[in-house]
């Protein structure tokens, strides 16, 4: 049961840079710090609302399946990662507190979705035991970058209702670039400038310029070939609060060409 009238501690706002899906299996230095948010949080929070990548599409929904399937939403890897199963429940009335939040947006209400790798390979590490309450929210593929910091303000108030919510994606994330050998690969210079600009902006406050990334540059254009990795933290950002401290639980690149970098506010 999700009551947004109960006195709970403010739950911080993530974004998760979630990289290689064969993470969800893995035990290294992005997967630990996403086990170190979960272990620091301020209390167990009563449900997770996620915005993944990987679930863009035109038109805003929800999941509402009572028991959201995984979703195994690539191809070429290990037979492994294709039995993983997180079987975290859904949250209908999360599903319907954020519906209330999100008007005059209409939202769908989705029961054929589940959990893709977005969510669950990182969220197998935060809450391994899958018993949070998991909904996710579908990223409109045809609205404006403006749009999706807007409703990520509307989302802000689930903060103080016991709900975390997070964004997966990717600050930097060419796979045209990215190095599959499973062999180190030295970080771009064009992903190391605007990873570390991302840093800088998100340090200073500056969510407009983090809102309108095309004027960034060059830098922006390599690093953000397609929108859908990056949309995730424009949510996140619209629900941080001004002024909240702000912490990198992960850094770094994979690939050479993709930015694990995780941002917690609060």
């Known amino acids: 049961m999700i009551s947004h009238d109960a006195a709970t501690t403010r739950m911080p706002v993530v974004f998760f840079g979630h990289g290689n899906p ?22 167990r929070p009563r449900a997770v ?12 929904a929800l999941t509402a399946a009572q028991n959201p399937r995984t979703i195994h939403d690539f191809g070429g890897f290990p037979r492994e990662l294709f039995d993983v199963q997180y079987p975290a429940p859904g949250a209908p009335d999360l599903v319907r507190r954020v ?4 008007r005059p947006t209409r939202v769908g209400r989705d029961v ?8 669950w390979s990182v969220l197998r590490h935060v809450f391994p035991a899958a018993d949070v309450p998991v909904v996710q929210l579908a990223i409109d593929a045809t609205q404006p970058l403006a749009f ?30 990215y190095v599959w050998d499973n062999q180190p690969a030295e970080p771009f210079d064009w992903a190391l400038r605007f990873d570390a600009r991302v840093r800088e902006l998100v340090v200073q406050g500056d969510h407009a310029a983090l809102v309108d990334y095309p004027a960034l540059g060059p830098d922006a254009a390599l690093a953000i070939p ?41």
């Open 22 to 43: 064969l993470n969800a299996l893995h035990a290294n230095a992005w997967t630990r710090g996403w086990t170190a948010v979960g272990q620091h949080l301020p209390q």
């Open 49 to 60: 609302l996620c915005v993944s990548a990987h679930w863009y599409v035109p038109g805003t």
């Open 99 to 102: 519906g209330e939040l999100l």
């Open 112 to 119: 054929e979705w589940g959990l893709d790798h977005g969510t």
């Open 148 to 177: 999706h910091y807007e409703l990520g303000r509307r989302l802000r108030p689930l903060r103080d209702e016991g709900v975390l919510v997070i964004g997966s994606g990717n600050v930097v994330h060419n796979l045209r670039a």
């Open 226 to 266: 397609t929108p859908d990795h990056y949309l995730p933290l424009l949510y996140v950002l619209g629900a941080s609060h001004a002024g909240e401290a702000v912490t990198f639980p992960v850094e770094g690149i994979e690939g050479g060409s993709m930015s694990m970098l995780s941002i917690q506010w609060g």
